[in-house]
């Protein structure tokens, strides 16, 4: 079965801090990742996928299959940057999507 | 192009009342689910189409029931509401490369 998991609940940075919100996941064929960012009495988003390798809003994150993680990176948090962050997993080939229990962002101005 | 659409916006029942919660889509996908989001708990998937009339259950499907008769439209059943259906409910539908959600509902039972 596959299973996504963000370890932290919640992560607090400062402004123009660094921001790395953790996403590790267990699956043994070839997942796609992505991150889905749900900002205050807003629907959810995609924000990347990695098969895109794109950098969206500062975000990045990069697949390491090795550790099997997908974290996502931004060099300097900014106060709009505050959201719920979901990381998530879909089986390649397949619709169905698996996510992680989402970290709540909060930059302190 | 409205994307994905859900009503009620907001819901409160009593317990062992039944209700429809309504989802369309008018972007033509095919693949469409139903979670429920709860503190701590993130996104669980209810239930999913990849078609009209083809639907099967998710993680957490007891209590609820849904149906694909048209491409557009995936509604969401709850036939004896609980109070641990308390939660708020996202429809989505996708294309190959994301989802796309809609505004959810919030729903409260008493």
């Known amino acids: 079965a596959q299973r996504v998991t963000q370890p932290e609940k919640l992560l607090s940075v400062f402004k123009g801090a660094p921001v790395e919100l953790k996403c590790n996941y267990s699956?043994?064929?070839?997942?796609?990742l992505f991150w889905y960012v749900q900002y205050s009495r807003q629907r959810l988003q995609l924000l990347l996928r990695h098969i895109s390798r794109e950098s969206i809003k500062g975000f990045t994150a990069d697949l390491n299959k090795g550790e099997t993680s997908f974290h996502l990176k931004k060099p300097f948090a900014q106060e709009e940057d505050s959201a719920m962050y979901y990381c998530a997993l879909r089986r390649g080939g397949y619709q169905k999507v698996t996510f992680g229990t989402g970290t709540k962002l909060q930059v302190i101005p | 192009n409205a994307g994905v659409t859900q009503t009620p916006k907001f819901q409160v029942l009593k317990t062992g009342q039944s209700m429809t919660l309504q989802c369309a889509q008018d972007m033509n996908h095919e693949y469409m689910s139903w979670y429920r989001q709860d503190p701590g708990m993130g996104l669980r998937l209810i239930h999913y189409?990849?078609?009209?009339?083809?639907?099967d259950q998710g993680e957490v499907p007891n209590g609820y029931n849904v149906s694909r008769s048209t491409t557009e439209d995936f509604p969401l059943r709850l036939l004896s509401a609980a109070p641990s259906q308390t939660s708020v409910y996202f429809c989505?539908?996708?294309?190959?490369?994301?989802?796309?959600f809609g505004p959810g509902t919030r729903l409260t039972v008493l």
């Open positions: 699956y043994s064929g070839s997942p796609e």
């Open positions: 989505a539908s996708s294309n190959l490369d994301t989802q796309y």
């Open positions: 189409s990849v078609g009209a009339g083809i639907t």
